[in-house]
């Protein structure tokens, strides 16, 4: 949801949507508190994320704290929601 600027459930058959471009300031981890209603987002450079050479291979790149909107953060998580940078495998 874009005015809200929080997580929403998708359409029906739905598996990709768009998503604005974030800008990253960086943070020192020191200073950063858990907040309620976050829910940490991985972040993968391709939808696959298996390949040779075990998990090195991944394509894991950084976890975004994205508001989790009406719902809990753990509901994402079962939901399998992730970002991903490119859809070509």
Known sequence: ?????????????QLIASMPTILFRPVEMLKVKAKKGVYSC???????????GGAS??????????????NVPDHWVKRGTALLMSLET
Do not use: F, H
Request: proline share 8%.
């Open 57 to 70: 291979a991944w394509s894991y790149v950084i976890s975004v704290d994205l508001k989790a909107g009406d």
């Open 1 to 13: 949801d874009r005015k809200r600027t929080c997580l929403i459930e998708a359409a029906p058959m």
């Open 42 to 52: 991985p972040c993968y450079y391709y939808p696959n994320r298996q390949g040779e």
